[in-house]
């Protein structure tokens, strides 16, 4: 069996609460996990459920109650670990009065790179994440999505097999993200593994080989998407147009939701040929009919419940 | 060796220039200048006297104002603005970066007071005095100052791995009177009759750095020779005091959660 990219064995973690520190809150408990080389991993859960935690862990920010984690077979707490992995903090914030270049060029000393391939990996990465022109701005002067792309940068600068990054498409515009997935898929199809947390579910069922869910600290499902969501088809949706003039049958009128001068529609399999003959009675024009299928969402939504979201979210803030 | 704390230092050092920290010369030099115009018009004689005791008062002073107030943001600052996650995700140790940004300061700080230096002796030739050999006694009280200089930042930089700038600040600067006051805690000590009382000074006196053995302006002021002695022993000292402080402050940081 090879070596994993990731191994997790156990990881818990507790944090003192209270001004006496007297209690200790849960905030990872018993996390095991494998991921292997070259995938693209997703670490889905929402807020407070532990995600950055984990994240903060296996970078050797924080230290584990228990448990441990090898990182391609290094343990965490060897620095060396430290020259396989590249990490995005959440919300990362550098050295302000720093340009762009001379970041890079400031983490780029911690390889060991000679004088020339640092400044040529500056420039390359740089121009990577669209930020060739912003080079020599000081970083203070950065919106939060420049920030965000600046810190991809450096994450992956010295071409680490292990990439951390925890809500990468956090503060990022539409064409950020775009960029920011680009990324990603690029990083996989050079054979390195990508280990990510996000909330946006539609970029993790885009991107991941597999997902993990995780919640209040408790590891409740990995698997790749298309497995951790049933496949099976929940109803099929009807787009139609009714023609001037024309009113729906009651039946159909409740049913129907009028989104931009169209009509949609979902009704359960069984019923579809039904609901067709009716629409085609009150002469509505169908301009298509898709299967609806669960997504990433729908199962998540359904694990957490918005309520324990709500709950976790506060005992979050309280930490 | 590694070069990690090399470029920590760099950093840190370039953080504070470009943080406009020595722009603290600026005053430095107005002072001297002023001061050098006025003594020429008052004193007759004690030119030398004077602007020597105000130099390396301000040296000290302008040194150990910087030493404090940067030294306890050290780490506090990278680890309050989190700059420290993707630094500590690199392969540099945790006592590796407290060496660096400890080096970072202390270069600023040398920096400074060399451009200081420069300053003092600018103002003692615009009051017309010829440089003499005593005046080796200056250069050493203020190699002494650098010293006591490295030793406040220690502290700073310990007190910075684990609590806020502001208690951090109260915690050096109450060392820091401690220490200037060391001999007369000891004094105190010996004239006491309560044991318990003597027993407490004795190992307060032992515990906190000695700052009164590296003041040595009135030394300097008076052309007196400093012995070569107290130079290797003050030396030895700051030194022995700064490797301990430095693998304190390590220990602790190296065990402690990141926000």
């Not at chain 1, 003959?277 to 918005?306: H, K, M, N, W």
């Not at chain 2, 017309?128 to 190699?143: C, E, K, M, Q, T």
Request: with cysteine; hydrophobic share 45%; glycine share 8%.
């Amino acid at each position: 069996m090879s070596t994993p990219a990731i191994e997790i064995l156990g990881l818990t973690k507790d944090y003192p609460v209270g001004f006496w520190h007297q209690r200790m809150r849960r905030s990872l408990d018993n996390l095991t996990l494998r991921v292997e080389e070259g995938e693209v991993f997703g670490f889905l859960g929402p807020n407070g459920a532990g995600k950055t935690t984990t994240l903060k862990l296996l970078t050797g920010l924080i230290f584990p109650t228990s448990g441990t984690a090898r990182v391609r077979g290094r343990s965490i707490d060897d620095v060396q670990m430290h020259r396989e992995i590249g990490y995005l903090p959440e919300q990362p914030y550098f050295y302000d009065y720093l340009t762009a270049r001379e970041l890079l060029d400031y983490y780029a000393r911690f390889s060991d790179y000679g004088a020339a391939e640092r400044r040529e990996r500056v420039e390359r990465f740089l121009e990577r994440v669209g930020l060739a022109s912003a080079g020599n701005v000081q970083l203070r002067k950065f919106s939060k999505g420049m920030l965000q792309r600046a810190g991809i940068a450096q994450a992956i600068l010295h071409d680490p097999p292990v990439v951390f990054l925890d809500e990468p498409m956090s503060g990022l515009d539409p064409i950020g993200r775009r960029e920011v997935r680009d990324i990603i898929l690029e990083l996989k199809r050079q054979g390195r593994t990508v280990f990510f947390s996000t909330h946006i579910l539609s970029d993790a069922e885009m991107l991941c080989d597999r997902v993990a869910v995780l919640v209040g600290g408790k590891l409740q499902g990995v698997g790749a998407p298309s497995e951790i969501v049933s496949i099976e088809v929940h109803a099929m949706e009807i787009l139609f147009e009714v023609r001037d003039g024309r009113a729906l049958p009651p039946g159909l009128a409740t049913r129907a939701t009028r989104i931009g001068g169209r009509n949609r529609m979902e009704v359960p399999e069984a019923e579809l040929y039904g609901t067709l003959d009716q629409l085609r009675g009150c002469d509505a024009r169908i301009l298509s009919i898709a299967p609806v299928r669960p997504t990433l969402e729908d199962y998540f939504i359904q694990l957490v419940g918005r309520e324990q979201t709500v709950a976790h979210a506060v005992e979050g803030m309280k930490r | 060796m590694s070069a990690m704390p090399g470029v920590v230092a760099i950093n840190t050092f370039r953080e504070a220039v470009r943080d406009r920290v020595l722009y603290n010369l600026i005053f430095f030099a107005l002072m001297m200048i002023g001061a050098a115009v006025m003594v020429g018009q008052i004193s007759i004689g004690i030119e030398r006297l004077v602007i020597i005791n105000l130099g390396l008062s301000a040296i000290a002073i302008f040194g150990l104002v910087m030493a404090i107030f940067i030294g306890v943001g050290l780490v506090y600052k990278e680890m309050e603005k989190r700059t420290l996650y993707s630094l500590l995700a690199k392969p540099i140790r945790r006592s590796e970066f407290i060496v660096g940004k400890y080096a970072g300061l202390l270069l600023t700080l040398a920096v400074n007071t060399g451009f200081m230096t420069l300053g003092l002796a600018a103002a003692l030739f615009y009051v017309g005095r010829p440089f003499v050999r005593s005046d080796a006694s200056i250069l050493v009280a203020i190699y002494f100052i650098l010293l006591e200089l490295a030793l406040v930042t220690a502290f700073a930089l310990f007190f910075s791995c684990f609590s806020s700038p502001m208690l951090s600040t109260l915690f050096t600067l109450g060392i820091y009177v401690t220490g200037v006051f060391a001999k007369d805690v000891r004094d105190f000590g010996e004239l006491t009759r309560s044991p318990l009382l003597k027993s407490l000074t004795s190992v307060l006196y032992y515990l906190i750095p000695n700052f009164h053995n590296f003041n040595a302006t009135a030394a300097a002021a008076h052309g007196e020779p400093i012995p070569f002695s107290l130079i290797w022993q003050n030396t030895l000292y700051a030194l022995l005091y700064v490797l301990l402080i430095l693998l304190a402050a390590s220990a602790v940081f190296s065990r402690r959660n990141l926000k």
